[in-house]
């Protein structure tokens, strides 16, 4: 059941509540795993045991003879498996089961099937796996310099610029492993017809969900429905399929009945990606009066054996402020690890991390303000492409963040800020997200009721894209929003955009109202000449609030458009609309479309116990027209809480033996509470970016984390002195600080 919208309020610009909320605090959204059909089977898989070697034999008779099981699936049993091809994007292209060799600790190895969780979970532990040919894994963090290094960007000549320039900062950061803990675990509920998938699953991209299930099930793509109606976040990690969505289907042909899989937490640390850790040289060059003159980045990131992931930390650097002389380049050091992946702000959230502390070392050894520094090198045109930007309002984010925070107080000396007995630390951090479209289609009905019915093969993974696309629709139409129902979540729906990049919203701004203007004109088409119109031709006539009315006219003098339709004896006119992807669009490449920001940091630091925390943050967004600022305020509050994670708690541990994560739980593995939440203020600008759409709106779900990490590192570095440049912060760094 999708949701119906109940606000009559406007429908762009305003706080509007989630219409979805009321499903979802009643407890009637349903989600993946929520799905129950008759015989449904419970499938639990068997992981690996070590990270480097093979498969030499599996026992599964003690498993197969007890109680409730169904099957045990090994590599001899399962049947065939396809390689994804270029059906669609997929992070661990290898099939399951696909040959003995192990290449990573928590690899499925069997699948155990039975008629209840509990049983097949008991069995996945009677199954017994011999290896050969073990080794010890190699999961080192550190990674070495220059390997396979390529050149991603390039302007100047960037070594000349550095060897010259008056004042320099040479450093080396790192980010550590980060994995993914949505509340909601990954898990798929697959059905099978005898010719047809019905796939429930937790993807944030159910239409190449669909394509690439096809492919690797060997089925036509026609005879597989993906079905994602409620999602419990993803935060990149269900962006693509991962290999229990295939052992769930496959399970589900073989023994024609349903069959669930739910990945436990532990499985969530290796078999559905994390983001890679990072290590970055940056070397910034400058001259006395703060212009950059040439800057640097070299980062390595690790990856998987089998895989290739980037996590592109130079997303932003060539763009983001201006210097004639400028070079970014990449490498991937492979480790006996599982494929990496997309996680919120992949590749910039952890650049960011990088560029922007050392352009708060840059301001040190200038004695330049840090906001100052980033105002005098705002660039006038996107230099590494040496085209306009479509819209861009850094020095507002910076300059009204600034008063917004009280920045123009702030004491530069190290640990001269108190309050309250404890030290104050402030620190700044700009950061930037692109701005895409991707391809989109929509239906619009407008029915006989007085309803409308807006439907795209998209999804909500919680951002709010059931009350966005509402308020597009009431915005287009002048219909209000408890008139509005909203379709999505089904790949059987016309093809709508992945929930990745933050351009949902962007994507179906155009979609939405060339279906609505489409509708509209079939409704006037249906008018012309027939009752109060009689005489009148379509183009004479106008739809405004809901009613159909002559141009001359007024909306209060029309029909409502039900009574056409009734009057008609139609149920519905449909109208569709298309959006077009802004990557291939030759218009779109004349600009240089990203949404900005600058978060503003406070911490206290009680130097007596050692304590931090993290206070007060205000954050200035320049993302376009902000159509619902109370669901984005929402979004960079959840960005935020995942900064403070990111700076001060999260970091994934592989013990060296068998390459486990040995924090693979929520007790281990910290991430921000309501408790550690600072006090947010979020500043949007409301620019409208009208290159990318007509409503010039622009995602915002990711712009949110890029920058707060580095925020934090500098505000910490203003309180106590210490440097960090190794995240996350720990209490150990802290007890260098000779702040008293």
Same mark, same amino acid.
């Given at each position: 059941?999708?949701?119906?919208?109940?606000?009559?309020?406007?429908?762009?610009?305003?706080?509007?509540?989630?219409?979805?909320?009321?499903? !979802?605090?009643?407890?009637?959204?349903?989600?993946?795993?929520?799905?129950?059909?008759?015989?449904?089977?419970?499938?639990?898989?068997?992981?690996?045991?070590?990270?480097?070697?093979?498969?030499?034999?599996?026992?599964?008779?003690?498993?197969?003879?007890?109680?409730?099981?169904?099957?045990?699936?090994?590599?001899?049993?399962?049947?065939?498996?396809?390689?994804?091809?270029?059906?669609?994007?997929?992070?661990?292209?290898?099939?399951?089961?696909?040959?003995?060799?192990?290449?990573?600790?928590?690899?499925?190895?069997?699948?155990?099937?039975?008629?209840?969780?509990?049983?097949? =979970?008991?069995?996945?532990?009677? /199954?017994?796996?011999?290896?050969?040919?073990?080794?010890?894994?190699?999961?080192?963090?550190?990674?070495?310099?220059?390997?396979?290094?390529?050149?991603?960007?390039?302007?100047?000549?960037?070594?000349?610029?550095?060897?010259?320039?008056?004042?320099?900062?040479?450093?080396?950061? #790192?980010?550590?492993?980060?994995?993914?803990?949505?509340?909601?675990?990954?898990?798929?509920?697959?059905?099978?017809?005898?010719?047809?998938?019905?796939?429930?699953?937790?993807?944030?991209?159910?239409?190449?969900?669909?394509?690439?299930?096809?492919?690797?099930?060997?089925?036509?793509?026609?005879?597989?429905? $993906?079905?994602?109606?409620?999602?419990?976040?993803?935060?990149?990690?269900?962006?693509?399929?991962?290999?229990?969505?295939?052992?769930?289907?496959?399970?589900?042909?073989?023994?024609?009945?349903?069959? %669930?899989?739910?990945?436990? @937490?532990?499985?969530?640390?290796?078999?559905?990606?994390?983001?890679?850790?990072?290590?970055?040289?940056?070397?910034?060059?400058?001259?006395?009066?703060?212009?950059?003159?040439?800057?640097?980045?070299?980062?390595?990131?690790?990856?998987?054996? $089998?895989?290739?992931?980037?996590?592109?930390?130079?997303?932003? =650097?060539?763009?983001?402020?201006?210097?004639?002389?400028? %070079? /970014?380049?990449?490498?991937?050091?492979?480790? +006996?690890?599982?494929?990496?992946?997309?996680?919120?702000?992949?590749?910039?959230?952890?650049?960011?991390?990088?560029?922007?502390?050392?352009?708060?070392?840059?301001?040190?050894?200038? %004695?330049?303000?840090?906001?100052?520094?980033? *105002?005098?090198?705002?660039?006038?045109?996107?230099?590494?492409?040496?085209?306009?930007?479509?819209?861009?309002?850094?020095?507002?984010?910076?300059?009204?963040?600034?008063?917004?925070?009280?920045?123009?107080?702030?004491?530069?000396?190290?640990?001269?800020?108190?309050?309250?007995?404890?030290?104050?630390?402030?620190? /700044?951090?700009?950061?930037?997200?692109?701005?895409?479209?991707?391809?989109?289609?929509?239906?619009?009905?407008?029915?006989?009721?007085?309803? /409308?019915?807006?439907?795209?093969?998209?999804?909500?993974?919680?951002?709010?894209?059931?009350?966005?696309?509402?308020?597009?629709?009431?915005? +287009?139409?002048?219909?209000?929003?408890?008139?509005?129902?909203?379709?999505?979540?089904?790949?059987?729906?016309?093809?709508?955009?992945?929930?990745?990049?933050?351009?949902?919203?962007?994507?179906?701004?155009?979609?939405?109202?060339?279906?609505?203007?489409?509708?509209?004109?079939?409704?006037?088409? #249906?008018?012309?000449?027939?009752?109060?119109?009689?005489?009148?031709?379509?183009?004479? *006539?106008?739809?405004?609030?809901?009613?159909?009315?002559?141009?001359?006219?007024?909306?209060?003098?029309?029909?409502?458009?039900?009574?056409?339709?009734?009057?008609?004896?139609?149920?519905?006119?449909?109208?569709?609309?298309?959006?077009?992807?802004?990557?291939?669009? !030759?218009?779109?490449?004349?600009?240089?479309?990203?949404?900005?920001?600058?978060?503003?940091?406070?911490?206290?630091?009680?130097?007596?116990?050692?304590?931090?925390?993290?206070? @007060?943050?205000?954050?200035?967004?320049?993302?376009?027209? $902000?159509?619902?600022?109370?669901?984005?305020?929402?979004?960079?509050?959840?960005?935020?809480?995942?900064?403070?994670?990111?700076?001060?708690?999260?970091?994934?541990?592989?013990?060296?033996?068998?390459? !486990?994560?040995?924090?693979?739980?929520?007790?281990?593995?910290?991430?921000? #509470?309501?408790?550690?939440?600072?006090?947010?203020?979020?500043?949007?600008?409301?620019?409208?970016?009208?290159?990318?759409?007509? *409503?010039?709106?622009?995602?915002?779900?990711?712009?949110?984390?890029?920058?707060?990490?580095?925020?934090?590192?500098?505000?910490?570095?203003?309180?106590?002195?210490?440097?960090?440049?190794?995240?996350?912060? %720990?209490?150990?760094?802290?007890?260098?600080?000779?702040?008293?």
């Amino acid at each position: 059941m999708s949701p119906d919208a109940t606000s009559t309020r406007p429908a762009i610009g305003a706080s509007l509540p989630r219409v979805d909320g009321p499903l !979802k605090v009643s407890g009637r959204a349903g989600y993946s795993s929520d799905h129950h059909f008759p015989g449904l089977l419970y499938a639990v898989p068997v992981g690996a045991t070590i990270a480097r070697g093979e498969v030499a034999a599996i026992d599964d008779s003690a498993a197969a003879a007890m109680p409730g099981v169904s099957k045990v699936y090994t590599r001899a049993n399962i049947g065939t498996f396809y390689k994804p091809g270029k059906s669609g994007t997929i992070d661990e292209s290898r099939p399951p089961f696909e040959d003995d060799t192990v290449h990573y600790y928590g690899q499925y190895v069997a699948l155990v099937v039975a008629d209840t969780f509990e049983h097949a =979970t008991a069995a996945a532990r009677a /199954v017994k796996v011999d290896y050969r040919n073990v080794s010890a894994p190699d999961v080192r963090m550190a990674l070495d310099p220059e390997e396979n290094q390529t050149t991603d960007s390039e302007r100047g000549h960037v070594d000349a610029a550095l060897a010259s320039a008056p004042v320099t900062v040479d450093q080396t950061y #790192t980010t550590p492993p980060e994995t993914h803990n949505p509340i909601e675990l990954h898990a798929s509920v697959a059905v099978w017809d005898g010719k047809a998938f019905t796939l429930y699953e937790t993807t944030q991209s159910i239409m190449n969900h669909r394509a690439v299930m096809a492919q690797m099930l060997g089925v036509p793509k026609e005879n597989v429905r $993906i079905v994602t109606e409620f999602l419990g976040s993803g935060f990149g990690g269900k962006l693509w399929p991962w290999p229990h969505a295939l052992l769930a289907a496959a399970a589900a042909r073989d023994l024609g009945k349903p069959v %669930k899989l739910v990945v436990t @937490r532990e499985m969530m640390f290796h078999n559905v990606g994390h983001r890679t850790n990072t290590q970055q040289r940056v070397r910034l060059g400058a001259n006395h009066d703060g212009k950059l003159v040439a800057l640097r980045q070299d980062f390595i990131y690790r990856t998987s054996r $089998i895989d290739d992931s980037k996590e592109d930390c130079g997303e932003v =650097t060539a763009f983001l402020y201006s210097t004639p002389n400028l %070079k /970014v380049t990449s490498g991937r050091a492979r480790r +006996d690890i599982a494929p990496n992946t997309a996680m919120r702000g992949p590749g910039a959230v952890p650049g960011l991390f990088a560029i922007e502390s050392a352009m708060d070392e840059l301001a040190l050894a200038l %004695k330049i303000d840090p906001v100052e520094l980033r *105002l005098r090198n705002e660039p006038a045109i996107d230099e590494s492409l040496g085209i306009p930007f479509s819209s861009r309002h850094m020095k507002e984010c910076l300059t009204r963040g600034a008063d917004r925070f009280g920045w123009a107080r702030r004491n530069p000396a190290i640990g001269a800020m108190r309050q309250g007995g404890v030290v104050l630390g402030w620190g /700044v951090a700009a950061c930037a997200w692109m701005a895409q479209r991707l391809d989109a289609e929509v239906s619009l009905l407008l029915n006989a009721d007085g309803s /409308v019915r807006v439907a795209s093969g998209t999804q909500d993974i919680g951002t709010g894209t059931y009350t966005m696309l509402a308020q597009m629709v009431a915005y +287009d139409l002048g219909v209000p929003i408890e008139r509005i129902q909203v379709v999505i979540g089904d790949s059987a729906l016309p093809p709508g955009p992945l929930s990745g990049g933050s351009m949902v919203t962007g994507s179906l701004v155009p979609a939405v109202a060339q279906a609505a203007a489409d509708a509209v004109q079939h409704l006037l088409d #249906t008018a012309a000449g027939q009752g109060p119109f009689a005489g009148a031709k379509a183009e004479q *006539l106008s739809f405004t609030e809901g009613r159909v009315h002559l141009r001359s006219g007024t909306p209060a003098d029309g029909v409502p458009f039900a009574d056409i339709l009734k009057q008609a004896r139609l149920a519905h006119v449909e109208g569709k609309g298309k959006s077009r992807n802004t990557f291939g669009d !030759k218009e779109a490449k004349k600009f240089s479309m990203h949404s900005y920001g600058a978060h503003f940091v406070e911490v206290t630091w009680e130097p007596a116990i050692a304590r931090l925390r993290v206070s @007060r943050v205000v954050t200035a967004i320049d993302a376009g027209r $902000i159509l619902n600022p109370l669901t984005g305020r929402n979004q960079i509050e959840g960005a935020i809480a995942m900064g403070v994670g990111m700076a001060l708690f999260e970091d994934t541990h592989y013990e060296p033996l068998h390459g !486990k994560a040995i924090n693979s739980n929520l007790a281990d593995y910290i991430m921000t #509470t309501h408790a550690d939440m600072p006090d947010v203020d979020v500043l949007f600008l409301d620019y409208p970016d009208t290159k990318l759409n007509a *409503l010039g709106a622009r995602g915002i779900g990711e712009i949110g984390l890029a920058g707060v990490a580095p925020a934090i590192a500098n505000a910490v570095h203003h309180a106590t002195g210490v440097r960090v440049r190794d995240l996350p912060v %720990k209490i150990e760094d802290l007890l260098a600080s000779h702040v008293a």
